[in-house]
């Protein structure tokens, strides 16, 4: 496993939240993470605790300069994902994904041409999305755009609310197999943001926690296969999982 792509179908939906603590949580069982940001005004450093004052180190920063903070590597791609540097450099080779290093990219807030210049390199692609009417509303036209192999993760998800429970329900069935995951709503994630602290230290019994490191273990359980475009499952849908 070499690229994940994690983009939201909209903004605030826990895209940002969810990849530090995935790349913390990878980082925690031993692998080598990497979190590229593509948003101008980026919160990724927040769950790890970083000032907002401090910028993310960039493409050229040698890998001193890059971390790791809580065992991941913090990259800021924003502006070379913008002036096209990022598929040049993809394409020719200066910046790749090979080797054990896990990328995730946050793509939440991100221009479209960043996913776009990333796709053809990714092995996994997730898309985040909360128990919302807008979030409904909006999954077909998703299902319109996105690759058909991308998986959907449910976050925030609060079976105690009446709404959440048939909005949840709604989402199963419309989605099948392409629904790979769910993460609870939890308080304690938002405490932990606020903090600016990591959710493992702030709440290690924290429910979202748990539902974030079980989709972890599959991530880092998946054995390095290309992404093949046109597919229709995706790699860790749960049909697929052991
Ligand atoms: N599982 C969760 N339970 C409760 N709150 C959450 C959860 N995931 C994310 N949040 C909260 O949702 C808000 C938006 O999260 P963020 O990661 O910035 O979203 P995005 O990157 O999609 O814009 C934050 O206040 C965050 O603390
Ligand atoms: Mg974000």
Known sequence: MALVLMSGLRGGVGTTTLVANLAM??????????VLAFDQRSTIGMHFGLDPSQPLPGFAAPASATGPING????????????????????SGD???????IHIADLSGAMASAASQLRPYADLELCVFTPSAECLYTVPAALDELP?????????????????RHVGSFARALLGDRMVATVQADEAVCEAAAM??????????????????????RLASLPTLPRHPGSAANP???????
């Open 72 to 91: 991941v590597r913090l990259l800021d791609l924003a502006q070379q994902a913008g002036s096209g540097d990022l598929g040049e450099g993809l394409a």
């Open 95 to 101: 910046f790749g994904f090979a080797g054990d290093v």
């Open 25 to 34: 949580t990878l980082a925690a069982l031993g692998h080598q993470a990497v």
């Open 148 to 164: 058909t192999d991308v998986g959907f993760v449910l976050n925030r998800c609060d079976d105690a609310k009446r709404l959440g």
């Open 196 to 217: 600016m602290q990591a959710l493992a230290r702030h709440a290690p019994a924290s429910a979202a926690l748990a539902d974030i490191a079980e989709l972890a273990n």
């Open 236 to 242: 860790i849908s749960r049909s697929n999982a052991a």
